[in-house]
Antibody
Framework: QVQLQESGPGLVKPSETLSLTCTVS????????LNWIRQPPGKGLEWIGY???????NYNPSLKSRVTISVDTSKNQISLRLSSVTAADTAVYYC?????????????WGQGALLTVSS | QSVLTQPPSVSAAPGQKVTISCSGS????????VSWYQQLPGTAPKLLIY???KRPSGIPDRFSGSKSGTSATLGITGLQTGDEADYYC???????????FGGGTKLTVL
């Protein structure tokens, strides 16, 4: 059974860079795409971006200038970096898997990591 | 402002049926598969419907999906109190080359 687990600092100061990691267990991350999706408190889901196991990425244009997603296949992990954070970046951050672009769907999700931006 | 439009809330009595709509455009729903996700309070979203109308293993047939043009609909029959959750539609957007979601619909089982 594939499992995804997000981890991060919990609290980040405004203007700093947010860093989160998603570790996949129960299978290799090869052959599919891992995504970051976030959900501000009481609000809906927002797709942040994806990375393929071979390193290809694509990001939501609304966040593209501040986002970097990277992969470490040796650790079965992906990472998210979001720079110049503000209170608007406070959210639960999920990683989720799709097996194909365009026609795919999110079949496995992590439990989510709450990240609060506050001084 | 979400790319896909859903009603903020729907409600119905136990045992009844409810439908949740999801409206988009030709760059997303009109030319791509729609999936639906159930988010119980305090938990991560869970895949409910994929490829417009298919159910993953373990999802009861009380849940159904359909698509017509640039809109999709989730149907739930035989409502149970355990169905109270937020429901989200999602699909690929060709203009974005990424995924978009609806704003979510809160289901209340009265």
């Amino acid at each position: 059974q594939v499992q995804l687990q997000e981890s991060g600092p919990g609290l980040v100061k405004p203007s700093e860079t947010l860093s989160l990691t998603c570790t996949v267990s129960g299978g290799s991350i090869s052959s599919y795409y891992l995504n970051w999706i976030r959900q501000p408190p009481g609000k809906g889901l927002e797709w942040i971006g994806y990375i393929a196991y071979y390193g290809s990425t694509n990001y939501n244009p609304s966040l593209k200038s501040r986002v970097t997603i990277s992969v470490d296949t040796s650790k079965n992990q992906i990472s998210l970096r979001l720079s110049s954070v503000t209170a608007a970046d406070t959210a639960v951050y999920y990683c989720a898997r799709v097996t194909q672009l365009a026609v795919g769907f999110f079949d496995y999700w992590g439990q989510g990591a709450l990240l609060t931006v506050s001084s | 402002q979400s790319v896909l439009t859903q009603p903020p809330s729907v409600s119905a009595a136990p045992g009844q049926k409810v439908t949740i709509s999801c409206s988009g455009s030709s760059s997303n729903i009109g030319n791509n598969y729609v999936s639906w996700y159930q988010q119980l309070p305090g938990t991560a979203p869970k895949l409910l419907i994929y490829d417009n109308n298919k159910r993953p293993s373990g999802i009861p047939d009380r849940f159904s999906g359909s698509k017509s043009g640039t809109s999709a609909t989730l149907g739930i029959t035989g409502l149970q109190t355990g169905d109270e959750a937020d429901y989200y539609c999602g699909t690929w957007d060709n203009s974005l080359s990424g995924w978009v979601f609806g704003g979510g619909t809160k289901l209340t089982v009265l």
